[in-house]
């Protein structure tokens, strides 16, 4: 338990350092294709690790390939660039807190899909949430209105939709497939759809 929640603690404070380091990027490089090389480049060392680990297990487990198309194509495929362009036309703060709410929309996505119930003592911390990102973009000095939006949030809140989507499928369509397997095969599926939109 002790590893696992340090591994969690590596990861939350990885994933910090995504919007600074992306909004620092996004000065010079292209959306679609920070996007696109952000998932592919580790695609070849993923696939490997996956064969190594699980030997010659067929690369869609005998699953229905049209699952692992879908769930590639929304989760990844959607989410990269909806969430690359959030953040390029957003203020970098406003952006973090929007992506602070994943697990209200999370609750939201699987109770719209699956009618999984939201916990009741989850509701009051949803509406908190709302009000904090209201509060936090308002600023009354500035020119017209008094909010920090600039456009990009409806991209970030359409993104964190889509892979709150795929996080709660993935686990229901690709039952007995490990992490690693989904991981690997619906990030390469989903690649597909990133090259395509930067070369759109």
């Not at 194509?73 to 989410?79: D, E, S």
């Not at 969430?83 to 719209?112: C, D, E, F, K, R």
């Not at 369509?173 to 989903?190: N, S």
Request: hydrophobic share 50%.
């Amino acid at each position: 338990m002790l590893a696992a929640n340090l591994g969690m603690l590596l990861v939350a404070l990885s994933w910090g350092t995504m919007i600074p380091s992306m909004t620092h990027l996004l000065m010079g490089w292209d959306p679609f294709f920070l996007a696109a090389a952000r998932y592919c480049v580790p695609i070849p060392a993923m696939l490997v690790l996956l064969r190594v680990l699980e030997g010659r297990t067929p690369w869609l487990a005998g699953l229905a390939p049209w699952r692992w198309w879908l769930l590639g194509t929304v989760g990844i495929g959607m989410f990269a660039p909806l969430y690359t362009l959030g953040i390029q036309h957003s203020n970098p703060i406003t952006a973090a807190i929007l992506s602070s709410t994943s697990p209200a929309i999370t609750a939201i996505v699987g109770w719209l899909f699956y009618r999984l119930p939201i916990p009741k003592r989850m509701i009051p911390g949803i509406a908190l949430t709302i009000v904090g990102c209201v509060y936090a973009t308002y600023d009354p000095d500035l020119p017209g209105t008094p909010f920090d939006l600039r456009g990009g949030e409806i991209f970030i809140i359409a993104a964190t939709t889509c892979w709150s989507w795929y996080s709660i499928t993935a686990q229901r369509w690709l039952l007995g497939c490990t992490q690693i397997r989904i991981t690997a095969m619906t990030t390469t599926t989903g690649s597909f759809t990133l090259v395509g939109a930067y070369l759109l």
